[in-house]
T-cell receptor
């Protein structure tokens, strides 16, 4: 399974954009990049996923570099309720197991 | 559209008892996955099921743990003769029907927190 590397923690001011980076240099051609978050021991919440192209939905945007070795999750206007652990996961294709690392603890400050 | 439902949300069992955790997938989803989160650790895959079939149980402990997803009703994760080390949060996820090479995001339930005393 391709591994991912994320910063342990990040801070963001309320109302500003939060940019969460992820490195996945060993990603294979048919693997997707998924982002989930977990708010204080609740069930993980799906945010967004992508293969090659940048993606946007109502929650966030996902920017994937051309070589696919890294990506950035963007929360355009962070709120206090976005404080959570964010997980970048590589999988999909024939790999259905989501491997959760330690993720990034994003703290949104008032 | 109801999400993934799990019950009970909290379960307390004494050592040696049985624990039964139930998971109802999202409407239209036929694939169920169980994950376990030990205290201060990340989620770990346990088992992947489709209706009446276990597809992959490579993450399940070999003894005392079993899972099923019957034709009718919820998926059940069963832990026999529980021990203190089984105390954890157990999350169920579901996804739509998969085709080879495709991506199907998994949607998680709120989890069942098992405490073994």
């Amino acid at each position: 399974d391709a591994k991912t590397t994320q910063p342990t923690s990040m801070d963001c001011a309320e109302g500003r954009a939060a940019n969460l980076p992820c490195n996945h240099s060993t990603i294979s051609g048919n693997e997707y990049v998924y982002w989930y978050r977990q708010i204080h021991s609740q069930g993980p919440q799906y945010i967004i996923h992508g293969l090659k192209n940048n993606e946007t939905n109502e929650m966030a945007s996902l920017i994937i570099t051309e070589d696919r070795k890294s990506s950035t999750l963007i929360l355009p206007h962070a709120t206090l309720r976005d404080t959570a652990v964010y997980y970048c996961i590589v999988g999909g294709g024939s790999n259905y197991k989501l491997t959760f690392g330690k993720g990034t603890l994003l703290t949104v400050n008032p | 559209n109801a999400g993934v439902m799990q019950n009970p949300r909290h379960l307390v069992r004494r050592r040696g008892q049985e624990a039964r955790l139930r998971c109802s997938p999202m409407k239209g989803h036929s694939h169920v996955y169980w994950y376990r989160q030990l205290p201060e650790e990340g989620l770990k895959f346990m088992v992947y099921l489709q209706k009446e079939n276990i597809i992959d149980e490579s993450g399940m402990p070999k003894e005392r743990f079993s899972a099923e997803f019957p034709k009718e009703g919820p998926s059940i994760l069963r832990i026999q003769q529980v021990v203190r080390g089984d105390s954890a949060a157990y999350f169920c996820a579901s996804s739509a029907r998969r085709t080879s090479g495709s991506s199907y995001e998994q949607y998680f339930g709120p989890g069942t927190r098992l405490t073994v005393t």
